[in-house]
Every structure is written in structure tokens, then in C-alpha cells.
């Protein structure tokens, strides 16, 4: 299985698509850093404008921590779609490119062929993630240094020095969760066809329409709309609230770990059955 799974990897990185998702991140982060580093003292100003007359901020409020949490609030809701590019392509592609038979008369099963997959997905989806917090959080450090977060949701959060870092960290493990969950939807749609348009088209119409679906304030919908994976993609953002709803946390982490081994679960089923000698 090892040996599997590196194989797997070493297709997914030899693809010059791979790279797009890093340099998609880099250039975008470079940007909001740069923006920041020149304009951040009128973006801050801007952000407690309504707040001055009550409260009187002081110390380095444009931090590293701040850089970090704008750029994972910007990028959080865009990164599903760099995801397909290769979730997408991941059993298509090699539809594509007629080597099923060669990969499968191996002595390897289409069960361990599967898993290798989603497990080399995994793996690029959480070398992404990694990449975008040292991007995005690491060099906000470098650059703009540390102090106390402030965080506006449906009231002013401040976070000290102390009680940021692991606020972070779990983020981001809810994130790489949220984007496996879009990762294996993908890889579903790339065991039904022979090209990898068709799933990034498939997946990004599921999103969309779930997306639509929760906001539509129509009565019918309410019972489904809990069991909705888009409904909870965004609850890293619980992460940044104090007290921390940990009940929140653990259903959403539920839907979406039901709906990853729903998703591998099925598309096993579906390879088992496909045929790869027509």
C-alpha cells in the first residue's frame, strides 16, 4: 500500500496542474500582504470606526495573527474549487489515459487501489493547507509581527497572545476536513467518467446548489439543510469565539466525516463494478 500511495503522489506532482492551487495561494496571499503592509492603518480604521467612540485601541492590532485570519477568511471559501483540480482528475485521468488495465492487473485489488487515491488526495489536500497557513501566518509574522487578534463576528472578540496559536492550528484541521469532504465528492464523480472536466463541472454544481439551497428561506427546505455539507465548511470560523461552542463543533465535524466515508464508500462500490475492459 505504501509503495501505492507513492506512486499515486508522484502522478498527482509530476501534473503541472498541481502547482496552479500553490500559486494560486501564493500570488493571492502576496497581494492581500502587500495591500495590508501599505494600507492596513486605513483598514483597521475603517474596521473600528463604529467602535472608536466607545472603545480605545492600542498596541500592534495589525499583526501577523490578524494577516492570517483575513487571508484564511478571504481564501476558505475559494479553496474547493483548487481542490478539484486535482480531485477531479485523480481516476478520470487515468480513464483518460487507458492505463486501468495496466494499473489493475497488477496484484493489487481495486479496493487498495481506491484507497491509495483518496489517500494521495488527502495528502495533497493537507500539503495545500500547510502551504497556505506558512504563507499566510508565517510570513504575516515575519512581516507584521504579533499582538492581540481581533476578531468581529456577531460581537468584538479580543484574543491575547497566549490564546491564538492553537485557535489556528484546529482551524485549519476543520478546514483540510471540509476540503477532503469536497476532495472525495470529486473523486466520486471522477470514478463515473472518462474526464476530469466533468467532476470539477459536477462537484462545483453541487456546491453551488447546496449553497443556494441554504439560502433560500423557504419553510420545506429547513429539515435538510443541517445535513447539508456546505452548511458547515465554514465552522473553523468557531474556533474564534469565546466561549467555544463545542457542540457546534462535533456536529459539524460529524457531517462532515459521514459525508467523506459515504462518498469513499461508495465510489469503492461503484469501481468494483465499472468496467475497465471496454
Known amino acids: 500500500m505504501k509503495n501505492l500511495i507513492f506512486i499515486e503522489l508522484s502522478k498527482i506532482f509530476n501534473k503541472k496542474r498541481t502547482y496552479i492551487s500553490f500559486i494560486v495561494i501564493f500570488l493571492i496571499s502576496s497581494i492581500i500582504q502587500t495591500a495590508l503592509y501599505f494600507q492596513g492603518d486605513k483598514y483597521l480604521s475603517f474596521a473600528t470606526r463604529s467602535l472608536s467612540n466607545s472603545f480605545e485601541f ?12 483575513i487571508i484564511l477568511q478571504s481564501l476558505s471559501a475559494y479553496i474547493p474549487f483548487l481542490i478539484l483540480l486535482v480531485g477531479g482528475d ?6 483518460t489515459g487507458g492505463t486501468y488495465r495496466i494499473m489493475l492487473t497488477r496484484p493489487i485489488s481495486r479496493n487498495n487501489f481506491i484507497t491509495a487515491k483518496f489517500i494521495a488526495g488527502i495528502v495533497y489536500t493537507n500539503l495545500l493547507l500547510i502551504f497556505m497557513m506558512l504563507i499566510s501566518l508565517g510570513f504575516g ?6 499582538g492581540e487578534l481581533i476578531v468581529f463576528r456577531d460581537k468584538l472578540y479580543v484574543f491575547a497572545q497566549d490564546d491564538i496559536i492553537w485557535r489556528f492550528f484546529l482551524s485549519y484541521g476543520f478546514v483540510i476536513l471540509s476540503m477532503t469532504t469536497v476532495l472525495s465528492l470529486s473523486i466520486l464523480f471522477s470514478s463515473l467518467v472518462e474526464n476530469a472536466i466533468g467532476p470539477i463541472i459536477s462537484t462545483m454544481f453541487v456546491i453551488i446548489t447546496f449553497l443556494i ?8 427546505l429547513d429539515s435538510i439543510k443541517p445535513f447539508l455539507f456546505t452548511n458547515h465548511m465554514s465552522s473553523w470560523r468557531n474556533f474564534f469565539v469565546n466561549p467555544i461552542d463545542i457542540s457546534q463543533i462535533l456536529l459539524s465535524f460529524s457531517v462532515l466525516l459521514g459525508h467523506i466515508l459515504f462518498f469513499y464508500f461508495l465510489t469503492v462500490i ?9
Open 58 to 69: 492600542s498596541g500592534n492590532l495589525l499583526n501577523g495573527y490578524l494577516i492570517g485570519f
Open 270 to 278: 461503484i469501481f468494483k463494478r465499472k468496467d475497465i475492459l471496454s
Open 213 to 220: 439551497i441554504s439560502a433560500l428561506n423557504i419553510e420545506v
Open 141 to 146: 509574522i515575519m512581516i507584521f509581527g504579533t
Open 90 to 95: 485523480l481516476l478520470a485521468g487515468e480513464a
